[in-house]
């Protein structure tokens, strides 16, 4: 068995479909119990968020006040805000609403957490998209190059390379492309974003070019790697010396054979890069001034804004168990072994 | 003399300002920012201002709470410079002087005795929507402030929000709870603003330069000249951007997607400079940056503890350091540049005095904990300086490191911690954090003499009479108040070539106290 299958069975046990399970059990397919424990991990991811945010000193009204925050002032504003009323209680009240799709107001500003949220989201969708939809082929064809010309000067000169954007911090990155096609040598594309806030970044691609750059930089090295060493595998299987030894043209070999089965690893990488780029990027955002997800997130915790912390947080937890749920079954499609069990 | 204490000078300037003669306008603009400052990059405002253009400025440290609200929560800096346009206030200070000249006011007359002021608006001013500004509005504007307990509130004690008498259509009298002499000072604060009467903050309509036109808390304000302003306005359009990054505001400008900006970093002007086509503009000033010792905790209730701390702090060291040279020493007194500051009070760094001081009170290996956050550029920084300055004298600091929220948490409580103040007239500062009643008094300084004194002084109508008073009360503030006041800040701010209009400002708000009315393009 090869490395990429047997890391393919492993994360196949961690999901565990019920291969040899009652017929009874079976009725429910594996994904709609995984829907259901994706469900339960943001109930208590929200139970963990609310908690952490008990636990942090200060609170909205103290941040809106500031150092004007007389104990006078503190009680007015706590007692609009629905402060002062026990722990659970908001708690509680807040969850009440959220399953009913009331996301609730902001507490420092009169906004809804929807209308803050849904335009960041957008805003992050896009970014996010333009990234790995240049990174992923991007990769997967350097990745090939390098794997299929082991240890010649190609995939040194690939590895080296990705290794150098691998160890370089993500601002490093980022601030280095400013200086060269913002600020310094060229001035082509612009150094932060700003358009007004209720047009998308889909509307103003220009603000999307050097963010989606830096962090094409920062997770092609990820991917090239696994591609790398999961296609080395594969060439170097039974299965492919067996297809060599038959005749059939190399071409056909690493296209049909090796490429599409090395494909597995990197589908979960990709599902990783993904949820990593739905809420990892703060500080891409923070060089770019990115209005997006993470940012927001920042901004509603230094603001101590709890109905805010809790929808971005909910929302990003969501997005890595759906990312992560749409991985397992494209590698159930990818790997014929493995279609139809426990469906 | 019962009116307005103004210097000629300044008086001509400020009846121009009201006059509105555009040339001459800006040749005063040009005259006051050179004529007292040693900055070369003074001579900014020369030229012939014309109209037209958008300016885009980036501002740091807005976010999510920000408000347009005219008179409350006005906390972040953009905060600061939307209300300075949207909203006009009675007075307006002269960046050089510091003196309030009138502004939407035309004249402030006081009786004999300070206790009825008469405040009387200038003729034929308008609100953004169309409306003229009457006695009745600068009523409801008073008392407003007042309802919604807005930071002036507090800096304007003699004012009586039911003492207010419409004598015609634009003169107000305010019959006072107590006599002052700076009636006016509180009416050039930001906060001030004068709003039409069912003023509704959803809707902030003001008189001021410029017109809302979009707000996004954190992200953008878009504004456009309001045509009917009573001064000169030369932009068409003025746009701030919220930035939560420096670096990222400076790479703005340098790309030219803004085309000024406000208090650089002091590891950040150098790059700026080196560009080329920037402009910078130093303001020396009087805002303050100290350190706060509440002088009823242990073991600061020991007034030669306090004088030990003052005392081993090497105050050069700590601008080099903190704000890379950015600042000028500070002796533990308020506002260099105010009329009422005495320069005799001054203090060096002075280990072995210091160490005899701790001596004597007990506190040889004196250990305290110093909270601190970046409330403003540099304050970090200050007090891991003083960390190691203390080590000096015996004296351990140990540093509890916050983010803004959980400081401010504590602002108040903390025994031993820090603040900021702009460059305000002496009473208005002592009113603001050395009496029992005032909301930043976080060293809980509350001396009977002191106290006396301020109530006196803030009621003397004469002002060398005054000045004695306010250097009482400085020397009482340096003989036994909590601040340890180590620099007076130096503002940095960068436009691109081609923005014109701005002058030094040693109030300490950054370009020239957001005031876009004098900026113009070319």
């Known amino acids: ?343 | 003399m019962s009116k307005t204490p103004l210097d000629r000078r300044s008086f001509l300037l400020g009846s121009l300002a009201v006059g509105g003669s555009v040339a001459l306008l800006s040749a005063c603009g040009t005259t006051g920012g050179s004529a007292g400052s040693a900055s070369p990059s003074a001579t900014i405002a020369a030229g012939t201002p014309k109209r037209g253009g958008l300016l885009r400025v980036g501002l740091g440290g807005g976010g999510p709470m920000e408000t347009a609200d005219a008179h409350v929560g006005i906390l972040a800096n953009t905060d600061l410079a939307r209300s300075l346009n949207l909203y006009a206030t009675l007075f307006k200070r002269d960046p050089e002087t510091l003196a309030p000249l009138p502004s939407l006011a035309e004249s402030a007359e006081s009786d004999a005795t300070g206790s009825t002021w008469t405040v009387r608006l200038i003729d034929g001013a308008e609100f953004h929507n169309g409306k003229s500004i009457t006695a009745e509005d600068l009523i409801f504007t008073v008392q407003r402030i007042f309802e919604q307990k807005g930071a002036v509130a507090e800096l304007m004690p003699w004012v009586d929000p039911a003492g207010m008498k419409a004598l015609d259509a634009r003169t107000v009298q305010f019959n006072l709870k107590s006599p002052t002499a700076i009636f006016t000072e509180p009416f050039a604060m930001i906060a001030s603003g004068i709003v039409p009467i069912g003023y509704d903050p959803a809707n902030p309509i003001g008189s001021g330069p410029f017109e809302l036109k979009s707000f996004t808390p954190g992200e953008l304000t878009s504004m456009k000249r309001f045509e009917n302003y009573f001064g000169d306005v030369w932009l068409d359009e003025l746009d701030f951007v919220s930035f939560n990054d420096d670096s990222s505001r400076i790479n703005a400008l340098l790309a030219g997607q803004i085309q000024a900006t406000e208090a650089l970093p002091p590891g950040q002007i150098a790059a700026v400079q080196a560009d080329g086509k920037m402009q910078i503009i130093e303001s020396l000033s009087g805002a303050t940056r100290f350190f706060a010792m509440a002088v009823d905790e242990e073991p600061f209730t020991d007034v030669r503890v306090r004088q030990a701390m003052r005392l081993l702090v090497d105050r050069q060291q700590m601008i080099d350091q903190a704000l890379a040279g950015y600042g000028e020493v500070a002796n533990d007194t308020f506002n260099k540049y105010a009329a009422m500051y005495d320069s005799s009070l001054v203090r060096e760094q002075n280990i072995e005095e210091a160490k005899s001081l701790l001596k004597s009170a007990g506190k040889s290996d004196l250990t305290v904990e110093l909270a601190t956050a970046p409330y403003i550029a540099g304050t970090v920084e200050a007090s891991q300086v003083l960390v190691q300055q203390a080590k000096e004298a015996g004296v351990t600091v140990n540093l509890k490191k916050m983010d803004l929220p959980a400081y401010f948490e504590g602002y108040g409580k903390w025994p031993f911690s820090g603040d900021f103040f702009n460059g305000n007239e002496y009473f208005i500062q002592a009113g603001l954090n050395q009496l029992p009643t005032s909301t930043y008094n976080i060293t809980h300084f509350n001396d009977d003499e002191y106290n006396t004194l301020y109530k006196q002084g803030v009621a003397e109508l004469d002002e060398a009479k005054r000045k004695d008073i306010a250097a009482q009360m400085q020397k009482i503030e340096f003989d036994r108040g909590g601040n340890l006041i180590w620099t007076y800040a130096k503002v940095v701010d960068a436009v691109a070539e081609g923005v014109n209009g701005f002058v030094p400002d040693k109030y300490g708000l950054p370009l020239t106290s957001y005031d876009f009315a004098r900026a113009w393009m070319s």
């Open chain 1, 1 to 343: 068995m090869t490395s990429a299958e047997s890391g393919l069975s492993e994360r196949m046990d961690s999901i565990s479909i019920p291969v040899e399970g009652s017929p009874r059990r079976r009725v429910v397919p594996w994904w709609v119990r995984r829907i259901g424990g994706g469900i339960l991990t943001l109930f208590a991811v929200s139970i963990l968020i609310f908690l952490a945010t008990q636990v942090l000193p200060g609170d909205a009204a103290k941040s809106i006040l500031g150092r004007d925050a007389t104990p006078e002032k503190l009680e007015i504003l706590r007692a609009e805000l629905g402060l002062n009323r026990p722990a659970l209680e908001q708690y509680l009240d807040w969850s009440r609403n959220f399953v009913t799709g009331d996301f609730g107001m902001s507490l420092v500003n009169d906004r809804s957490v929807e209308e803050l949220l849904v335009p960041r989201a957008m805003n992050t969708i896009a970014l996010a998209l333009c990234a790995i939809l240049i990174a992923l082929p991007l990769s997967i064809l350097l990745g090939s190059i390098s794997a299929i010309r082991r240890d010649g000067p190609l995939d040194q000169g690939i590895s080296v390379t990705s290794l150098t954007f691998n160890a370089l911090p993500e601002f490093v990155i980022g601030l280095g492309l400013v200086v060269i096609f913002a600020t310094g040598v060229m001035k082509i594309f612009p150094a932060v974003s700003i358009f007004p806030p209720e047009e998308s970044a889909f509307s103003n691609p220009m603000a999307l070019v050097l963010p989606a750059l830096s962090l094409v930089l920062a997770i092609s090295p990820y991917i090239i790697r696994l591609v790398r060493a999961s296609l080395i595998d594969a060439l170097d299987s039974e299965y492919v010396l067996t297809a060599r030894l038959r005749g059939i043209p190399e071409r056909r070999i690493l296209v049909n054979h090796a490429l599409r089965n090395s494909m597995v690893p990197v589908v979960h990488g990709t599902a990783l890069i993904l949820a990593y780029l739905a809420g990892g990027i703060v500080v891409i955002e923070y060089v770019f001034r990115f209005p997006g997800l993470g940012g927001l997130l920042l901004e509603a915790v230094s603001a101590r804004d709890l109905p805010l912390i809790q929808a971005t947080a909910l929302f990003l937890a969501a997005v890595y168990v759906v990312v992560n749920l749409l991985a397992d079954l494209l590698v159930v499609r990818l790997t014929p072994r493995l279609r139809g069990v426990g469906a």
